[in-house]
């Protein structure tokens, strides 16, 4: 026979059938009428290319399947194993899933903004702290977040908070089916607990890793839609494309975190320890001046920006002059500007 | 404190001229819908916006004065028929109401260097 080419060999059955043995380990039934007939069926074989391998789960299989498939738990003969269950032989687990006990790993909770800018505590005065990777990021940079996993994260959270809180009720209609969803519903229960236990214990520290995290997720978003705006030629321009831009990221950021501010019932003004665009007087000198940072928690002044502030600027000088006595600025910047676009800054001399 | 999962919660009003200039400037980025999908802790879209900018600048009347106070309901009314008209940003309409908010807002401005210099003065 020809393909009008190349001559192609006429193959005996059983050169074809041994020939696709030697490729595939597997024989070729060239009698369809003893399929009939009971024979040994081994179920065993390496998924990836089909050859008779050890059974699972023993030492030399190297897959996490337990020998109880064997005997009666075996796959019948022509009913096919789940692909999805079987594993590569070289598969081992990732060693870091495995912290945080029987649930999976333990997502990041940092409670106070130290834990989120390692170092922040011993750093000399006037380092610049640059945000841990992940440290406002649930899943991590394998995104390993799971249904089980946030359900288990959810309801750790209402308990924490009804240790704090004891009227929290919390109806919920069921887990969120999307990742993002997850996400929101984690971060409004850390919120939560953040305004309870300010409200309650006065504790400032889970608050300010949250008014952070909500700032940084305001900020990014705001600048997404902050360029769009300004292409569309919408942004008024005093100085320069980041100075238009920012000057939108303030106003939009400073609103959202006063309505976060209301929504928790965390009262904020003057006065307050908790403060939305309010002037930070410093009466240390003969003539009273002042800052307004954009956001203050307890000693913590944040500030939104585009541009990279330093420890110099007489901006965040004013920030440790004033009389709130701030032991660091967080400078939040957007994170489509690049890693490390968020950091703190350590009071001088503490 | 409110309950977590109250979505029934009071709409957002601004309370003095900074708040409602930060509000124009959110809205100018998330106009027309004026939901930037946050969380659902917070309940946005284009009514309860307007609901509040309106009542905001209620609660300002006195302090801007009842000329500047009805140029600004008139604009803020102008700006929600412009974005009605177009949901989808497409047809320009919307356009048109983001160049209203910057308006509105040079008018807030000015009711803010106003009551700073009569504060210095």
């Known amino acids: ?350 | 404190m409110p309950k977590i999962e109250d979505r029934k919660k009071l709409p957002f009003v601004p309370k003095d001229l900074d708040t409602i200039y930060d509000l124009l400037g959110w809205m100018m980025l998330y106009a027309p819908k004026c939901d930037p999908g946050m969380s659902w802790v917070f309940e946005d879209n284009i009514d309860l916006t307007f609901f509040g900018l309106n009542e905001g600048l209620k609660v300002v009347r006195r302090e801007i004065g009842e000329e500047v106070y009805a140029r600004l309901a008139a604009m803020s009314q102008q700006m929600r028929a412009h974005f009605d008209s177009d949901p989808e940003d497409k047809n320009g309409g919307c356009h048109k109401g983001r160049i209203l908010i910057n308006q509105m807002s040079d008018i807030v401005e000015d009711c803010l260097r106003r009551r700073a210099s009569r504060t210095a003065g």
């Open chain 1, 1 to 350: 026979m020809t393909n009008g080419l190349i001559p192609i060999a006429r193959k005996s059955l059983h050169a074809h059938a041994f020939e696709h043995y030697l490729r595939t380990g597997r024989r070729i039934d060239l009698q369809p009428r003893r399929a009939a007939i009971a024979r040994k069926f081994n179920p065993y074989h390496d998924p990836d290319n089909g050859q008779f391998t050890f059974a699972p789960g023993g030492r030399r299989s190297g897959t996490s399947r337990r020998s109880s498939q064997r005997g009666s738990d075996a796959p019948k003969p022509g009913v096919s194993a789940n692909p999805a269950k079987l594993l590569l032989a070289q598969y081992r687990p990732n060693p870091r899933a495995r912290i945080g006990g029987n649930r999976g790993p333990a997502l990041n909770d940092p409670m106070t903004l130290e834990r989120a800018f390692p170092g922040l505590r011993n750093a000399p005065g006037s380092s610049i702290i640059a945000l841990a990777d992940n440290a406002l990021d649930i899943t991590g940079p394998s995104r390993r977040l799971t249904t089980e996993l946030a359900d288990a994260e959810v309801k750790s959270l209402i308990v924490q908070i009804k240790r704090v809180d004891a009227q929290f009720h919390y109806d919920r209609l069921g887990a969120p089916a999307t990742l993002e969803g997850q996400i929101n519903e984690i971060n409004d229960l850390r919120m939560y607990r953040a305004a309870a236990r300010y409200n309650k214990l006065k504790d400032q520290g889970p608050l300010q890793v949250e008014v952070l995290r909500q700032m940084q997720k305001s900020v990014d978003r705001a600048y997404a839609e902050g360029v769009k705006r300004f292409d569309a030629g919408l942004l008024k321009i005093n100085l320069s494309r980041d100075e238009a831009i920012g000057n939108f990221i303030d106003r939009t950021v400073k609103l959202e975190m006063q309505r976060l501010f209301d929504r928790f019932g965390i009262e904020h003004g003057t006065g307050r320890q908790v403060r939305v665009g309010g002037r930070e007087y410093d009466t240390s000198g003969t003539g009273r001046t002042y800052r307004i940072p954009d956001v203050r928690v307890g000693k913590m002044a944040y500030d939104m920006t585009t541009e990279r502030k330093l420890p110099s600027k007489p901006q965040i000088r004013g920030f440790f002059r004033a009389d709130f006595g701030a032991d660091s600025a967080v400078i939040v910047r957007p994170s489509q500007l690049g890693r490390g676009s968020t950091y703190a800054i350590k009071k001088p001399g503490k």
